[in-house]
Nanobody, 111 residues
Framework: EVQLVESGGGLVQPGGSLRLSCAAS????????MSWVRQAPGKGLEWVSS???????SYQDAVRGRFTISRDNAKNTLYLQLNNLKTEDTAIYFC?????RGQGTQVTVSS
């Protein structure tokens, strides 16, 4: 059974930072690509970033240079470092594999 458990969200002021984690189990984590998506209040899911099994990364334009995706295959864990956060980054963040995603972690950016 695929399980994805996100953590690390919270309330932060504009310009602040957070590190999100996603603990994965039930599939060969080190062999697959992973992604982060987010859902802002009242909006649909939006792709944020991906990392393939070789460590190649990609980002949507709005977060490139501020967010960093990474993975620790020994720990079956995916990360998303969020720096220089903006109010428009407020959303529930989900890690995804294939058609699976976790319960999400809330990120709120507000002064």
């Amino acid at each position: 059974e695929v399980q994805l458990v996100e953590s690390g969200g919270g309330l932060v002021q504009p310009g602040g930072s957070l590190r999100l984690s996603c603990a994965a189990s039930g599939f060969p984590f080190s062999s697959v690509g992973m992604s982060w998506v987010r859902q802002a209040p009242g909006k649909g899911l939006e792709w944020v970033s991906s990392i393939n099994n070789a460590g190649r990364t990609s980002y949507q334009d709005a977060v490139r240079g501020r967010f960093t995706i990474s993975r620790d295959n020994a720990k079956n864990t995916l990360y998303l470092q969020l720096n220089n956060l903006k109010t428009e980054d407020t959303a529930i963040y989900f890690c995804t594999y294939a058609n699976n995603r976790g319960q999400g972690t809330q990120v709120t950016v507000s002064s």
